[in-house]
């Protein structure tokens, strides 16, 4: 059993940064793969990032931009996102996974509650 808690999500003016951070218990953190999705009102989850003991991977949209990253000591998961834009506005959920489809919220067992993103133009 994995419990995920996000945190660092808020209100920033367009071009400006925030970082999340979504901290995990348990004793097996660094065996899972962990992925950032989000989700705006009204439209589906889509994925954002993904980190696996094989790399990390950025949806085309974040590309640049966001960085995901993880401390298996802190058990924590990171994603920093800088030249935040307006469409990036919406609730942002960390996941916990075995698998290795990333891409896919399906393939995910485990959820965080969401942290709200707004970005104003």
């Known amino acids: 059993q994995v419990q995920l808690v996000e945190s660092g999500g808020g209100l920033v003016q367009a071009g400006g940064s925030l970082r999340l951070s979504c901290a995990a218990s348990?004793?097996?953190?660094?065996?899972?793969?962990m992925g950032w999705f989000r989700q705006a009102p009204g439209k589906e989850r889509e994925f954002v990032a993904a980190?696996?003991?094989?790399?990390?991977y950025h949806a085309d949209s974040v590309k640049g931009r966001f960085t995901i990253s993880r401390d298996n000591v802190k058990n924590t998961v990171y994603l920093q996102m800088n030249s935040l834009k307006p469409e990036d506005t919406a609730v942002y959920y960390c996941?916990?996974?075995?698998?290795?489809?990333?891409?896919?919220?399906?393939?995910?067992?485990?959820w965080g509650q969401g942290t709200q993103v707004t970005v104003s133009s």
């Open positions: 996941a916990a996974t075995l698998g290795a489809n990333y891409r896919h919220p399906e393939t995910y067992a485990y």
């Open positions: 348990g004793r097996t953190f660094s065996r899972y793969a």
């Open positions: 980190i696996s003991w094989s790399g990390a």
